[in-house]
């Protein structure tokens, strides 16, 4: 049980153009999924909280602009990286919690995207 | 915001030794303090957590302390195995916060 899936699981793109990247909870409801940046050996910064029918949350310095989150469903959210450019390059990974209500909610992460701006 | 600091940043240890990795945390109302293991270029998996209303707990060979007074928590792998080496991040989160911060990470080679 738990599973989060992402896709792609790579993409490469040339610089301008905008990606989107999904994050799918398989096997059970998630109204709260969160959305991570990962450096090469480095931490897992969170880029934004997105909650099912409403508005994204924002950490503080990550463009909303430029990260769309859309959380259209239970089981679904994506994340589009708008006109990118090589700084963009990382690897996103997504997490859900497996009760939206409740005051301990496991967090379970995606496989992650990685992203190459040419 | 919660500061979660993790120590140290690399660790390495003999097959069949134990290791411990130790993390601190600033906000006293952090009631949530879970472990995950990265191993390279693969998503995070949650290995154990423990919450504020416990001292300890344990599953095999891995175990989490918790000592809210001094506000840090503890990872204790024994009989450490080749395949226990990668990344482990600790991460905490406050009572009506669902955002969890976490560690720095932190490094562990298990030498055959």
């Known amino acids: 049980g738990a599973v989060v899936s992402q896709h792609p699981s790579w993409v490469i793109c040339k610089s301008g153009t905008s990606v989107k990247i999904e994050c799918r909870s398989l096997d059970f409801q998630a109204t709260t999924m969160f959305w991570y940046r990962q450096f090469p050996k480095q931490s897992l910064m969170l880029m934004a909280t997105s909650n099912e029918g409403s508005k994204a949350t924002y950490e503080q310095g990550v463009e909303k602009d430029k990260f769309l989150i859309n959380h259209a469903s239970l089981t679904l959210s994506t994340l589009t990286v708008t006109s990118a450019h090589p700084e963009d390059s990382s690897f996103y990974i997504c997490s859900a919690s497996d009760s939206g209500i409740g005051r301990f909610e496991t967090q379970y992460f995606g496989p992650g995207t990685r992203l190459l701006v040419l | 915001g919660e500061n979660v600091e993790q120590h140290p940043s690399t660790l390495s240890v003999q097959e069949g030794d134990s290791a411990v990795i130790k993390c601190t945390y600033s906000d006293s109302a952090s009631n949530y303090f879970p472990w995950y293991k990265q191993e390279l270029g693969k998503r995070p998996q949650l290995i154990i957590d423990i919450r504020s209303n416990v001292g300890e707990k344990k599953d095999q060979r891995i175990a989490v302390t918790l000592n809210k007074t001094a506000k840090h928590f503890s990872l204790h792998i024994t009989e450490t195995q080749p395949e226990d080496s990668a990344v482990y991040f600790c991460?905490?989160?406050?009572?009506?916060?669902?955002?969890?911060?976490f560690g720095k990470g932190n490094q562990v080679v298990v030498i055959p």
């Open positions: 991460a905490a989160r406050s009572e009506g916060n669902n955002r969890l911060a």
